[in-house]
């Protein structure tokens, strides 16, 4: 952002919108893994052991991010930055399945999204620091593992 008068709306937008985001992961209670592991246990649906709640948080946040992309289409530029910020990366290639896969496992094995993990930190659960600090390694090994193979560092373009 180069115009400093758009900094203090653009930041009380992300703090407005993180305290919302922060809030909803309690109150939907997907900061407790054991909710998040019945929900993504579908085998658990013929003995009635399946949890669908946390879909209602997932079906509204993609209702929302749909209207908002659809209206900040017709705009020329938003309403707190300078330009609109769209991925660079807009295929599907073996990084992004991969790493989807790789995502999915260590998510269904604890339970605990990085989201959630990061709103836990003001209450310290039990293994939450061994959980981030795997979380970090794990991030910084894909860079590493990335870079080696030869693909561009993040916010880098393709072409």
């Not at 009380?12 to 893994?33: E, H, I, K, N, R």
């Not at 900040?72 to 990084?95: W, Y």
């Not at 990335?146 to 373009?157: I, T």
Request: charged share 10%.
């Amino acid at each position: 952002m180069s115009k400093p008068a758009l900094a203090l709306p653009y930041i009380a937008t992300a703090a407005v919108s993180g305290l919302l985001f922060g809030a909803g992961l309690y109150v939907s209670q997907m900061v407790d893994p054991l909710k998040v592991l019945r929900f993504l246990d579908f085998t658990a649906i013929p003995s009635g052991g399946w949890d669908p709640s946390l879909a209602f948080v997932i079906v509204p946040a993609i209702v929302v991010m749909f209207v908002a992309v659809r209206v900040g289409r017709g705009r020329a530029a938003p309403l707190f930055d300078i330009t609109f910020h769209e991925p660079v990366f807009k295929q599907v290639d073996m990084p992004l399945v991969l790493g989807a896969a790789l995502f999915g496992i260590g998510w269904g094995m604890s339970g605990i999204c990085p989201g959630p993990a990061l709103a836990l930190i003001p209450f310290w659960p039990p293994n939450l620091l061994v959980f981030l600090v795997a979380l970090f390694a794990g991030s910084y090994g894909g860079t590493l593992f990335m870079n080696w193979r030869g693909y561009p560092a993040l916010g880098a373009s393709r072409t």
